[in-house]
């Protein structure tokens, strides 16, 4: 089940894009200027930096991630980029988090199998959110691949939905997505 340990495989950043384009996921998800959107795992921006761009000077990206290096490698990669609407937190999901009933989007992405307690992760989340807010979790399938974390470190789509089942929550499953990848939207009922 969960593992709590730092993206320990690397990724090829164009095999990455090809699979996980930071613009066409957040564009799936319905990202749109003016929104606030919390990266829930951010690591070092890889979906930060892109919907800081989308949601502009109206919107604000929170980006949540308990590595202190990769928010650091974040910071920097935002201000190369004139970019001053992240707001970075060095917290795990689990830990009690500063925002609530802000976000319009939560975004966990290849995150939610390295949380310690991804169900208390999930009840964090949706206390981010406002009001007719979703949570979209993306990971890894849990199939045999060269790429992503072992198998063994995974959440399958079953386990994700098992988890917001215990918490009341209401998932959808984006239909063929990727072969490497799920996308499941999550809201409170």
């Given at each position: 089940m969960p593992n709590n340990q730092s993206h320990k495989f690397h990724y090829n950043i164009k095999d990455r894009i090809k699979s996980q384009d930071p613009n066409q996921i957040l564009s799936l998800?319905?990202?749109?200027n003016g929104m606030?959107?919390?990266?829930?795992?951010?690591?070092?921006?890889?979906?930060?930096?892109?919907a800081a761009k989308i949601v502009g000077v109206?919107?604000?990206?929170?980006?949540?991630?308990?590595?202190a290096e990769a928010l650091k490698r974040l910071t920097k990669r935002g201000s190369?980029?004139?970019?001053?609407?992240?707001?970075?937190?060095?917290?795990?999901?689990?830990?009690?988090?500063?925002?609530?009933?802000?976000?319009?989007?939560v975004f966990i992405g290849n995150a939610l199998h390295h949380f310690t307690?991804?169900?208390a992760g999930l009840m964090n989340?949706?206390?981010m959110l406002k009001p007719h807010g979703s949570i979209f979790n993306l990971d890894w399938k849990?199939?045999?691949?060269?790429?992503?974390?072992?198998?063994?470190?995974r959440l399958s789509e079953a386990d994700v939905i098992r988890l917001c089942n215990?918490?009341?929550?209401?998932?959808?499953?984006?239909?063929?997505?990727?072969?490497s990848h799920y996308l499941i939207k999550i809201w409170p009922t």
């Open positions: 998800i319905g990202l749109e606030c959107f919390v990266d829930l795992g951010a690591n070092d921006g890889y979906f930060s930096i892109p109206e919107g604000l990206v929170y980006a949540i991630d308990p590595d190369k980029n004139h970019i001053d609407n992240i707001k970075a937190f060095e917290l795990s999901a689990e830990d009690l988090l500063p925002i609530s009933s802000c976000a319009d989007i307690d991804p169900l989340a949706v206390k849990k199939t045999i691949s060269n790429e992503g974390p072992p198998i063994d470190a215990k918490l009341g929550l209401k998932t959808r499953i984006c239909d063929n997505f990727s072969n």
